[in-house]
């Protein structure tokens, strides 16, 4: 609980875009609304810090006695995330370079290179200086550092990038040796003799070494992790006592998350699904399990979302009546603690000034404004809810396993994020509750873990599937899995060398066809695709055998069930959402599933957490429903929120 509140609700405040008397106005029409919180400082750095060494607080201490004396906290940004032109100028090792030597200028936002000694040396005084004078203050009830690591620019190639790459290198693998062992350097040439001779990955004029990339996508993501535990360990140094936390944005391919959440106080999430897209719930639903996932114990916030329309899309779709909210409720059922939004009020200048907001440019007359109140009275009647509880059925999402997937020169190009969509797609369409957790678990009491393309398997994590699977767990994995070691090396011994004899089968070859391209019949009747394998059933039944495709005729879906009960299904290629819903149906167990959740549409969301449970009727028509015994009648966009057989 942060701030005594149960649940946040509120957005980014941008009050140095307007004139002083406004933010009175803000204010009152905060309390309105029923915001608890508002986010301030994220792109203050300029009004902040006219000049080096100039800092102009004054304004940042009206607005924060301002809020707190209407009774709003405050979640203060350390506003690094777009630093001032002054701090560039004349300093071109501040900004971020491409892979073909391209800088990032000033202009627009992050454009630093996460490495700049500059850029970090001046972050820090920043942050000094704002830890310094508002630690006590009052309404400071969270501390926001920088904002979305990595949404525009991860891979920095700037000088500084390079030489910290190089010392990251070392620490890694301590002699050039083990670096080149490790990146087999031996294919095309590229021994080095030093550790001075290696560069980022930069612009190429064929297949990069493919471990050289694995490795810069870490390093890119510890270096953009280093940058905010420098930010976090100067105001706990500066006596902060305050939550402590930085907005993550979902499928973020340029940070791995997972390494992140343990350094963070309250995971936050930033999420903006399509509104236009007919599965845009269900990828904020998926978005939302793996934020939760990220830190299973804690609620998480909504840090960011649009209370309508989005400015970057092509066709920027407003949201539908009733929709922000069902779409909120959605996060507070999959474990958020608060409802914030991008942003207060609409700007009238600069790139976001079509982007939607919770007091639009048309004022308190609005659909927008009417449902921001809504909302906001919604959410105080909530009971207070645990986090939730683990779900029968696991996802695993790694992101080396993403960054290695997407590698070039594979059989075929596999989309991660696609691939996983499916999967989790097809457990909503069977209303089951899903984690989404990393390779190595740990999988608790978990029935199910579906675990696809998981091309890079570390051996701990072999381990940990084998166990999970000798305790009686049900293992579901596809095409092109355990391929590789985690410095995307092959194994020797072939494909799938440490899950084979768990499967019970033998991976000969792999082919590359088109998404959808073989189909393959039997126990069940599925649709495959992608990357498709020539499977030998060793110790496992065959439950489909392709009917088309290169390997006609041969094994596409085999089970092996274990003394323990428990079993390995493997699918000899990408399955489409359909095919992954028939093999749930298979091998979810009826008690792994809630059984209020029973027979309910497609477009009807329920969802358990604590003794409370929430039914969101995302179809375009009304329906009626039965859940646990109660019937509801739910509009288009409605929520039911049942405390037993009771509607909160
Ligand atoms: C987020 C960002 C916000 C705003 C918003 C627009 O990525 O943190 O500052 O730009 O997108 O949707």
């Known amino acids: 609980m942060i701030g005594g509140h149960r649940f946040l609700y509120g957005g980014d405040y941008n009050p140095e875009q307007w004139p002083e008397p406004v933010w009175t106005d803000d204010v009152a029409r905060m309390r309105e609304a029923g915001v608890t919180t508002a986010t301030v400082g994220v792109f203050s750095w300029a009004d902040l810090q006219p000049r080096q060494g100039a800092f102009e607080f004054g304004w940042l201490d009206r607005v924060l006695d301002l809020l707190h004396a209407g009774g709003i906290g405050v979640d203060l940004a350390t506003a690094t995330a777009s630093p ?75 000088a500084s990038a390079e030489r910290a790459f190089r010392e990251w290198l070392q620490d890694r693998y301590l002699t050039i040796g083990g670096l080149n062992d490790a990146w087999g350097t031996s294919f095309w040439s590229q021994r080095y003799g030093t550790f001075d001779e290696v560069t980022t990955p930069r612009h190429a004029p064929y297949s990069r070494n493919p471990a050289q990339v694995l490795d810069f996508r870490r390093f890119s993501s510890d270096a953009l992790l280093e940058c905010y535990l420098a930010e976090r ?36 999430d930033d999420c903006y699904p399509d509104p236009a897209h007919p599965d845009g719930y269900r990828h904020g639903a998926f978005e939302r399990d793996l934020v939760r996932g990220l830190s299973p114990d804690r609620p998480w916030l909504l840090m960011e979302q649009a209370s309508s329309a989005v400015n970057w899309r092509p066709r920027n779709a407003p949201k539908s009546p009733g929709q ?32 939607s907001a919770m007091l639009p440019h048309a004022g308190t007359g609005t659909r927008t404004w009417r ?10 009647e909530l009971p207070a809810l645990p986090a939730a509880a683990p779900a029968p059925v696991a996802l695993v999402h790694e992101w080396e396993n993403w960054w290695a997937l997407e590698g070039t020169d594979h059989p075929a190009d596999l989309d991660h994020q696609q691939v996983l969509t499916a999967w ?46 000798t305790a009686g767990g049900t293992l579901v994995l596809t095409s092109f899995s355990d391929v590789v070691d985690e410095c995307d090396r092959l194994r020797e011994g072939g494909f799938l060398t440490q899950l084979r004899d768990i499967a019970g089968i033998e991976v000969l070859e792999h082919a590359g066809v088109p998404d959808d391209a073989a189909r393959a019949v039997g126990q069940l009747d599925l ?39 428990g079993s390995v299904v493997y699918a000899a290629g990408q399955l489409d959402r359909a095919s992954a819903r028939a093999v749930l149906q298979l091998v979810v167990p009826q008690d ?16 358990r957490r604590g003794g409370v ?36």
């Not at 040396?121 to 310094?132: F, I, K, P, S, T």
């Not at 029973?598 to 477009?603: A, S, V, Y």
């Open 613 to 648: 449970v929430f039914v969101v009727n995302h179809a375009a028509h009304p329906v009626h429903v039965r859940v646990g015994g109660t019937d509801l009648d739910l509009e288009s966009q409605e929520v039911a929120v049942l405390d037993g057989t009771r509607r909160v």
């Open 233 to 268: 360990d100067v105001l706990r140094a500066a006596g902060a006592i305050q939550p402590i936390t930085t907005n993550f944005i979902g499928f973020n391919k340029n940070v791995d998350y997972r390494t992140w959440a343990p350094e963070i106080d309250v995971v936050s």
């Open 527 to 565: 649709t495959l695709g992608g990357i498709v394998e020539d499977v030998e059933a060793r110790e496992a039944t065959v439950l489909a055998r392709f009917t088309d495709g290169p390997y006609a005729g041969g094994p596409a879906l085999t089970r092996k069930t274990h003394a323990s009960g």
């Open 324 to 355: 922000m909210a069902a779409w909120s409720m959605q996060s507070i059922a999959r474990g958020a603690d608060g409802i914030l939004f991008f942003q207060w009020r609409q700007s009238r200048a600069g790139a976001e000034k079509f982007h």
């Open 371 to 380: 449902e921001v109140c809504a909302l906001g009275a919604r959410l105080r």
């Open 424 to 469: 989790h797609l097809a457990t909503q369409d069977e209303h089951l509750a899903c984690d989404v957790t990393g390779a190595a678990g740990p999988f608790g009491d978990r029935r199910v873990v579906l675990a696809p393309a998981l091309y890079l398997l570390r051996a701990e994590a072999a381990a940990a599937l084998v166990a999970f699977v």
């Open 84 to 158: 001032p032109p002054w701090a560039g100028t004349g300093h071109p090792d501040l900004y971020a370079v491409d892979e073909r030597g391209a800088r990032y200028w000033h202009g627009s936002r992050q454009h630093y290179a996460p490495t700049s000694v500059r850029y970090r040396r001046l972050a820090a005084e920043l942050v000094h200086a704002m830890a310094e004078r508002y630690v006590d203050h009052p309404a400071v009830q969270m501390w926001h550092v920088n904002n979305e690591y990595g949404c525009h620019v991860a891979l920095d190639h700037s």
């Open 592 to 607: 792994a599933r809630d059984p209020d959740f029973e027979g309910l549409p497609e477009d009807v969301e329920a969802v």
